[in-house]
């Protein structure tokens, strides 16, 4: 009786212990904002471009809890594909040192600055997708995957499965384009998700998803996967 109740006591300890680890972890989670340098008095002027040397100088992260993400969504993520984006636009008003960067900040207009994320020689695409087939909320703009479709084989018996992209971004999840705003939903639904790859790849891609016998699958990659700068978590 007395190790029963020594073996309840250890289960009891080990969830709160569990629990407290689980809190510490979502209050210290941290996100990363763009935001201009606080120099006093610097106001960066309507007309100016962004260019590599502008981003170098006046450019900084803010690192941020990961609970503020919500009330800070429309505030620009620090990431690759932001900085891509970033390049080559131009400010459409007055916007003083110490601000947070926002779309509202740029003349370029929500479709086109979508396109300008489309990598040379890669071709943006759409494919019908459910949810439980997109490993459901996990897959958010950013995102890496791979795609995989079913067939019927010649002897019209056998189905087998093939890859059909591997390591394809993620541009768009539904009318979901940017990570934030997708997290910010309790419950974003959508039908299809959008995907650049290289323009011959989407040609063997689209020759072969017609023959699927169903929709095509997603699988999520590890975005450490095949990256020189990049850090894996390990548990």
Wanted: hydrophobic share 45%; net charge negative; charged share 20%.
């Amino acid at each position: 009786m007395r190790n029963i109740f020594y073996l309840l006591a250890a289960m009891l300890s080990f969830g709160v212990g569990f629990y407290y680890f689980q809190q510490v972890a979502a209050q210290t989670a941290t996100v990363s904002k763009l935001r201009l340098v606080a120099e006093d008095g610097l106001i960066i002027t309507k007309g100016t471009v962004v260019d590599d040397a502008f981003i170098d100088q006046y450019v900084v992260s803010q690192p941020m809890p990961q609970a503020l993400e919500d009330t800070f969504g429309w505030a620009l993520d620090d990431s690759p594909i932001t900085l891509i984006n970033l390049r080559g636009r131009t400010f459409g008003q007055d916007v003083p040192s110490g601000s947070f960067l926002q779309r509202a900040h740029f003349f370029l207009a929500p479709q086109e600055a979508f396109a300008r994320r489309i990598r040379p020689g890669n071709r943006a695409f759409s494919i019908k997708i459910e949810e439980a087939r997109a490993v459901e909320n996990f897959i958010n703009p950013g995102a890496r995957v791979d795609v995989i479709g079913t067939f019927v084989a010649d002897d019209e018996v056998t189905i087998y499965t093939r890859r059909l992209l591997e390591n394809a971004e993620v541009m768009a999840v539904g009318a979901f384009d940017n990570s934030g705003a997708f997290r910010g939903q309790d419950n974003p639904e959508y039908s299809s998700v959008t995907l650049q790859a290289a323009a011959p790849v989407v040609e063997a891609y689209l020759a072969q998803e017609v023959l699927s016998v169903n929709d095509m699958t997603l699988v999520l990659r590890n975005p450490c996967e095949d990256a020189d700068d990049c850090v894996a978590v390990t548990q």
